[in-house]
């Protein structure tokens, strides 16, 4: 299956440049917008990577912070690409960027542990690692108890982490809360 | 391997789980055990043979089922044992990861802000070991050594539900965390001392975890009631 490739930036021709590099170097399946409200649910599940400017991630954070991992914010600053989101500075020579874009589409295979989750499991998982208890949760998210105990046997079978503390820390590590 | 008895040699029990080293070194057993029998060794360091190889059994293989064999050691000898194995966390092995974390942080990128909230799970996961250790030396194993002379077999066992066993779940978490979502950079050598430490006590803590559990646990509750 090809990496799944969301731009979201307002300028076209910067979208234009971004597309081709990511066509010249891999098979990815590109989706362009000018914001993520446009971005329907189903293309959310099955994006790989978010490509942004600072100000679009600035401004739609609750949107992308649970995606920190697999965002890309495009800066006019050099900086180090390996952060959480990832920064890459549109001022940098030709071969460093390509070089970059390279290493990300090479590496998206380190965030299926996350994508395994559905969009459901990460909203319960952001609200236990919050502290709340499985009743808030249920009433929070307008479901049983039961269909909250359900998404937590799940997230622990999947990300093999079951206490309160270490599904808080894996929250924080991947961005769906904050510290 | 075979269950422990007697007859078996100290350096085949070593050499079929080098990991028991740690529980000999509880009973003043060290390398070098030389041709030594558990009955020999026994004689020698003037140990209980029965309650020696329960012990090793019990650490040894999952599956093995001491409750039968406990119920009739005092409940001085486990508290003895227990505590011996409370200073071994709390000397060597708690130390040991925590020095191995701390060249990790030191030596890995500084952008790996993970390691750091791995570490500060870890601070957790010592604390709740340290209050149970004191709470352990300080309350429960004086007030059951007030009747000493009391054996586990002179008194019914009533079953009790078993601790929560919190502190072997976020054991497990954080030995996942390395195992399954580690990122970033970091120095490989030492990331596989922490977790090859993490497992050594993971495995030590969920075997001690069955004796204070199913047998000292129901059995201060016994005692208490009397």
Known sequence: ?179 | MLLVNKETKLSDIVIGDPTIVTVLNRFGIYLGVGDHTVKSVCALKGLDPDFFITILNTYLFPDFFPEKIMESFKASIIIDYLNKTNDYYEQFQIPNIERHFSFLLQKSNSVNSNLTLMMKFFVEVKSELLARIAHDRNRWFPEVLKLKEVSAHSCPIPQIPEDSNSIEDKIDDLINMFVIHLKGDYDINLCQGVLVALFSLKKDITQNNRIRNRILKPLSEVLSRQ
């Open chain 1, 1 to 179: 299956m090809s990496t799944q490739v969301t731009i979201i930036l307002p300028n076209v021709l910067e979208t234009i440049g971004l597309r081709h590099v990511l066509e010249e170097l891999s098979t990815v399946s590109i989706n362009c917008l000018t914001e993520p409200s446009s971005l329907l649910t189903d293309a959310v599940d099955k994006t790989d990577w978010y490509i942004t400017n600072e100000s679009i991630f600035l401004s739609h954070l609750a949107f992308f912070l649970p995606y920190k991992d697999k965002t890309v914010v495009l800066t006019q600053q050099p900086t180090q690409f390996g952060t959480t989101p990832r920064l890459l500075c549109v001022n940098d020579a030709e071969e460093a960027i390509i070089s970059s874009i390279g290493r990300l589409l090479n590496s998206h295979e380190e965030t299926h542990s996350q994508s395994k989750l559905t969009q459901r499991e990460i909203a319960v998982l952001k609200l236990v690692a919050s502290g709340l208890t499985n009743k808030m949760i249920a009433d929070n998210l307008n479901i049983s108890i039961n269909t909250v105990l359900t998404h937590r046997k799940n997230i622990t079978a999947k990300l093999g982490i079951k206490s309160v503390s270490g599904l808080s820390v894996y929250a924080i590590m991947n961005g769906i809360i904050t510290a």
